[in-house]
């Protein structure tokens, strides 16, 4: 009966990719065609292909952004990082917004970046 329970739930997850709960600041850039607007909120989870965020600010499914996210874990346990990524958001609600990765980058200061292409 348990196998029968496992199962079911893997049909239901539609996800593609395992989501890890994390909490951290996000600063995030919404591009219209007449302009951008700057946002702020909290991720509540994230996975390499999505991310799911609390914000006031109202996104509609559609939207192309920009977020930045401070990274919990330091390079060689001294650098501060964070993760830039662009994508679309796939799913909204009022104070909450689903994100599709397209493409991210880990970023430290004073450096360059190392640019991942999601499936690659």
Do not use: H
Not at 16 to 36: D, I, M, S, W
Not at 38 to 59: M, P
Not at 96 to 113: K, L, M, N, P, V
């Amino acid at each position: 009966m348990e196998q029968v329970a496992s199962v079911a739930r893997r049909r239901l997850e539609r996800r593609a990719a395992t989501r890890f709960p994390l909490q951290q600041e996000v600063r995030f850039k919404v591009f219209y065609r007449n302009g951008v607007q700057i946002g702020l909120g909290k991720t509540i989870n994230i996975s390499s292909r999505g991310v799911l965020i609390a914000t006031d600010l109202e996104l509609t499914p559609g939207d192309r952004l920009e977020l930045s996210v401070n990274w919990p874990v330091r390079l060689d346990n001294q650098c501060p990082i964070k993760l830039v990524a662009t994508g679309r958001v796939v799913r909204a609600q009022p104070g909450r917004a689903a994100i599709a990765i397209d493409r991210y980058e880990f970023r430290t200061q004073g450096s360059r970046s190392l640019a991942m292409q999601v499936g690659s």
